[in-house]
């Protein structure tokens, strides 16, 4: 669809009214329009009041209406578009573009579906704040998680704010809502107690690859796709140190090899006496399955293959698949009755909590730990773990309770009355 060029006259046999501008499509036909606004050279609304300003407003509008027409004709999202639809165009785009990471786009489009069971018939250009405030109230009256239901939240208003900055909406409805306050998460740690029990079974088991990823996470707090990701050349026994510089995700359509999320998670990790004693029976493991393979562990690249390796993966360059990981770990912890701090089940991310909740109740500086885990700052690791373990409290008001006891020389301050 094309516009012709449309034309401005006063109604001059009505005194005071505003001016009304004319455009024809390419089939002559004939569309008007009050003019009252216009877009001026600092990019405010002004008011229409001459004739220089009512011939502005209505090339403004010809250029709305052909942008429109071309968006119709190339089935491009817009203002009048289902605010379900516009959502899903939006995740699609991100998608082709690799803008985020396949695991970001499976969690968009899931967020979507309670934005599409809400408003699949509302148009972007309806959409209130009322609505977005009513929809996200029975979201939490349904059960569903702050969590769960932030997650949404913050992709309607990514995405309306999206349509703000290419002009399919003036303001962002979302914008005035407040999302459900995010509940502090309760690490389900695993107490001293037992966390020493795990370490020691896991010490005489084989060098499975879930035995040793658990070992690696209960001693370093590492995620699951940051061991799953972990090459033997990031590994460095001679200094004791893991560079974390790879992470396995995962995705509807499978795995994939991605860099940490935050410059923080690219961080170095030292290797305790435990994790050196693990990792070096998987390299021998290892070793030998690469001979067994008909691998040549005496050639001239061979250090730069094994190196090329995963720890938890195969001799052949596959990754260990972090899904498998955890099952294989669920299977584990329900074998030995691992029960965390909150009373469930140690799921293999609770290893972390662990790790954390231990390494601050041991009297570990908060920023050292923040950079282990690799949280972007020590505030995050503080209100997460500071009070995770139940008996912390307790020997924090006795170290105070021993730090101010009078010794035999203190003396009162004196009182002066008056």
Known sequence: MEYTNGFVRQLTNRPGQPWVGYVKDSQRRQKSKTLKTYVNRNGKTSPVKTEADAKRALEQWHDELEQTAIRDAE??????????????????DLEVTQSVEPSTVDGYRKSAKYIREAFSKTSMSDLSTAQVQKWEGKLIKRGLSSSTVGKAHRLLKMVCKHAVEVHDLVWNPVDAVKPPRRKAPDPNSLSAEDGARLAMTLAVMEPTP???????????????????????????????????????????????SKTPK?????????????????????????LADCEEAGIDTHADDFKAYFGSLYVLGTTDGRWHNPTSLSREWSALASA?????????????????????????????????????????NAAMTLNIYASADPHATARASHLVSEELEPSTTTVPFAIVEG
Not at 76 to 90: F, G, K, L
Not at 262 to 285: C, F, I, N, Y
Request: net charge neutral.
């Open 336 to 376: 030995m009755g691992l029960v965390g701090s909150q009373g469930r089940r140690v799921c293999y991310h609770d290893l972390r909590h662990s790790f954390a909740t231990r390494a601050i109740a041991a009297g570990a500086d908060v920023k050292s730990v923040a950079s282990v885990l690799g949280h972007a």
């Open 75 to 92: 089935g491009i999202p817009q203002a009048s578009t289902p605010v379900a639809d516009y959502v899903d165009a939006y995740i699609d």
């Open 262 to 286: 935050t410059s923080g998670s690219r961080r170095d990790v030292p290797v305790s006496q435990q994790m050196e004693t693990a990792l070096e029976a998987r390299r021998a493991k290892m």
């Open 210 to 256: 879930v035995v040793i990823a658990a070992t690696i996470s209960l001693f370093s707090g590492m995620r699951e796709g940051e061991v799953a990701g972990l090459r033997w050349r990031e590994v460095d026994l001679d200094n004791k140190v893991i560079h974390v510089r790879e992470s396995i995700g995962t995705a509807s359509g499978g795995t994939f």
